[in-house]
């Protein structure tokens, strides 16, 4: 069984083709293009430009994905009629129609079962521009579409784990970890914080979330305020840990710059991280003076140590609550090394009973391959729900 998998949630542009074998899921094709250097200058995410850059690259990256996985080939006569059966592109989605199109017309229809697309959430222009690359794929291919939520991509990444005794001519095949239910996902990023249980994959019950800003988002925001670069998080990260470094201590910045720990026990599982981001903003005005590069380290790691702080409360008390076996973590935020490493030390003293899973650091950030990855587990669940490509809809706000 074969995926084609698209992701274009946000600021990457992503195709992925993964094989399912009797062996694990192999990687045949992975292509990626970012735009963190169009959006850099503005300091975050502009949805039309994100949606212009899809429209410009997600046909050559399919071709690349298709390429590396050796499924690409050239018809021999031009596909008549593609014009025509693409016409519902011209209205909202001309950019991509004018590259798609040509591709459809000079390459044959690739030996895949499925196309997998993310559908929500995320930003709504770009959505659509994964959204309606699917649809002429499927349309012109006649291949079914698997309609994926990106919160659930990531949740699966955590639960796979990379072979290490290949078969001959494969290098990169995983396969999917013995979970224990019920499971507690901690997914972090840009958009998102939230807590969610899940029974099995595929039934899911979120518990909580952030009332205001994400995780991620107060990163790149406590970024700018420091004079640091888009995007923000590894940025501030990695002068947090420069200071614990300097410093030989661990999670004990000056008590000048002491920062709150908003709803640490508001008896619920909610997050808010405004307060925190307004904290170091007040902090910096208070300084009266212009930051030196040991203040930036300092304010760094009290802004890491206070958001850490609580996504580790949170979590523990509600895999507490909820009696988890499993604590999976997902999302961009998910590769922060000091996030990882104390939550390992608070699990292994808390709650060793528990398993805990992180994905690889590549696949933390978003990616195509995550999205063939969520549709391998609603086939191999029995729980695959297509969709015909015209009933596609865009859910910036998807729940899981």
Not at 188 to 200: C, D, I, M, N, Q
Request: net charge negative; hydrophobic share 45%.
């Amino acid at each position: 069984m074969k995926i084609l998998s698209i992701e274009t949630s946000c600021d990457e542009t992503g195709i992925a083709v993964l094989e399912q074998t009797a062996q694990g899921v192999i990687i045949r094709g992975n292509a990626l293009a970012s735009q963190i250097e169009l959006h850099a200058k503005f300091g975050g995410v502009f949805p039309m430009m994100a949606k212009r850059a899809h429209a410009e690259k997600i046909t050559l990256l399919i071709s690349q994905a298709l390429d590396e996985a050796d499924l690409l080939e050239a018809v021999e006569t031009p596909t008549q009629g593609t014009d025509t059966a693409l016409a519902f592109l011209h209205e909202k989605e001309s950019a991509l129609f004018d590259h798609i199109a040509p591709f459809l017309t000079f390459y044959q229809k690739p030996e895949i079962d499925y196309i997998a697309v993310t559908v929500g959430p995320g930003l709504e222009p770009a959505l659509w521009v994964g959204i309606n690359a699917a649809r002429a794929l499927s349309t012109i291919w006649n291949i079914p579409i698997i309609p994926i939520n990106h919160m659930e991509g990531h949740i699966v990444t955590a639960a796979v784990e990379k072979l290490e005794d290949l078969p001959a001519q494969v290098d990169n095949m995983y396969d999917f970890a013995e979970l224990k239910f019920p499971l507690l996902a901690l997914l972090v990023s840009g958009g998102h914080t939230e807590l969610v249980v899940a029974s099995t994959l595929g039934s899911y019950t979120k518990i909580g979330s952030t009332r205001d800003d994400a995780v991620g988002e107060a990163f790149d925001k406590v970024a700018r305020m420091l004079g640091l670069p888009y995007p923000g998080g590894p940025a501030v990260s990695a002068l947090a840990r420069d200071y614990r470094t300097n410093h030989l201590v661990v999670g004990l910045p000056s008590e000048e710059f002491r920062l709150p720990r908003p709803m640490l026990h508001s008896g619920d599982f909610d997050f808010s991280f405004s307060g925190i981001k307004t904290a170091v903003l007040y902090a910096i005005r208070d300084l009266g003076r212009e930051l030196t590069n040991e203040d930036k380290m300092t304010l760094a790691c009290a802004f890491e140590d206070a958001v850490v702080e609580v996504l580790i409360h949170k979590t523990l008390k509600a895999a507490k609550e909820h009696h988890i076996q499993t604590i999976v973590v997902g999302g961009g935020v998910a590769s922060n090394s000091y996030l990882r490493s104390e939550l390992m030390a608070a699990c292994k003293q808390h709650a060793p009973e528990i398993t805990l899973l992180f994905p690889e650091p590549w696949l933390a950030t978003d990616n195509a391959v995550m999205i063939g990855l969520a549709a391998m587990t609603h086939i191999l669940s029995e729980q695959i729900k297509t969709s015909a490509p015209e009933l596609l809809v865009a859910d910036g706000n998807l729940s899981l």
